[in-house]
């Protein structure tokens, strides 16, 4: 069972930074594929972005792609998004995920996803 927790949420102008945090409870996070989506109210949850085990592969979501890097540090059990020029249509709840296996376009589904924390709001005011 891996527990994921996020954090580093908040409300945020337009054209500001925000970077999410995600810390897994066990060490064997590193294999997993990490993965964030958001669910804005009213709308069903997206795929954001994506990172492979070993941090080779990255997947990003076009709304965000040129915007927002994730990366990971498997010492530490955590992966990040840090996410810039934020939009207000980027306000939504932002979920962490943990798949044991996806390639490609695969890690973009929800159902490939095993472990999902609780999600931390984001919130950018125009």
């Known amino acids: 069972q891996v527990q994921l927790v996020e954090s580093g949420g908040g409300l945020v102008q337009a054209g500001g930074s925000l970077r999410l945090s995600c810390a897994a409870s066990?060490?064997?996070?590193?294999?997993?594929?990490m993965g964030w989506f958001r669910q804005a109210p009213g709308k069903e949850r997206e795929f954001v972005a994506a990172?492979?085990?070993?941090?080779?592969?990255?997947y990003y979501s076009d709304s965000v792609n040129d915007r927002s890097t994730i990366s990971r540090d498997n010492a530490k059990n955590t992966v990040y998004l840090q996410m810039n020029g934020l939009k207000p249509e980027d306000t939504a709840v932002y979920y962490c995920?943990?798949?044991?296996?996806?390639?490609?376009?695969?890690?973009?589904?929800?159902?490939?996803?095993?472990?999902w924390g609780q999600g931390t709001q984001v919130t950018v005011s125009s």
């Open positions: 990172m492979s085990g070993s941090g080779a592969h990255t």
């Open positions: 066990l060490r064997t996070s590193s294999y997993y594929v």
């Open positions: 995920a943990a798949a044991f296996y996806c390639t490609g376009y695969g890690c973009y589904q929800e159902s490939a996803y095993d472990y």
